[in-house]
């Protein structure tokens, strides 16, 4: 990894369905020194998904070329697809000055966590209950109940991996969850 340059690295990870996409969209309107990292993935665009701005959308054939190419600082397979942070945009975003936000999985933070230099501030969130989960996940109207079924099956999974990260926050209401994710950024960034 390039030196940080003194640029904060702020991951949110959490279940599917938790609310990290809605979170780091608010934090990047709000605080505009904070970009997203844009990753690669193999699975389809959902309808509601730009190219280059959700993810960029690479066929397995792209990916897998990538890896040999060692083109990204961390990728893991996730619901039978691939999805990765490359290397190139991270810099270009360091290179910048700016902060960058990352939602990306356990893994991906596991994979960041080793690159000792850079200053990593992880937030885990969790969802009130699987319940609502359940019902966020359906309400998004974006996946099919098979997809909706793998990810919920992936909860227990996930919701281990909590203590790897600094902090963990509950995301029942959206606004008080974001005003938790301020004080964050505000204490961090000092
Ligand atoms: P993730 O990126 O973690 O998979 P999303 O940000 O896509 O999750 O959120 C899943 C769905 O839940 C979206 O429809 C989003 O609008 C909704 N959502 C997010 N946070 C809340 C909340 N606090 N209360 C109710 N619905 C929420
Ligand atoms: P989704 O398909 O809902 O967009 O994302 C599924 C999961 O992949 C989420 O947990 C999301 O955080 C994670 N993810 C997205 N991009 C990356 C990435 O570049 N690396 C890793 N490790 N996980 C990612």
Not at 135 to 161: T, V
Request: proline share 3%; charged share 30%; net charge positive.
């Amino acid at each position: 990894m390039t030196s940080s340059n003194g640029s904060k690295m702020l991951i949110l990870s959490s279940p599917s369905g938790a609310g990290k996409t809605t979170l780091t969209k608010k934090i990047q309107q709000k605080y505009i020194n904070f970009k997203i990292s844009v990753s690669h993935t193999t699975r389809k665009p959902r309808p509601n998904e730009v190219e280059g701005v959700d993810y960029f959308f690479i066929s397995h054939e792209e990916f897998k070329k990538k890896i040999s190419k060692n083109d990204f600082y961390e990728y893991a397979k996730i619901f039978d697809n691939f999805y990765g942070t490359s290397r190139d945009s991270v810099n270009e975003l360091i290179n910048s000055n700016n902060n960058v936000l990352f939602d990306i999985d356990w893994q991906g933070t596991q994979q960041l966590s080793k690159f000792k230099e850079l200053k990593l501030i992880k937030i885990f969130l969790l969802p009130p209950d699987k319940k609502e989960l359940k019902k966020r996940l359906i309400q998004r109207n974006q996946d099919n109940i098979e997809i909706i079924s793998k990810r919920l099956k992936a909860y227990d999974n996930d919701i281990y991996h909590w203590s790897d990260y600094d902090y963990v926050i509950i995301n029942d209401n959206l606004e008080y969850c974001f005003s938790q994710i301020e004080k964050i950024i505000i204490s961090e960034t000092k």
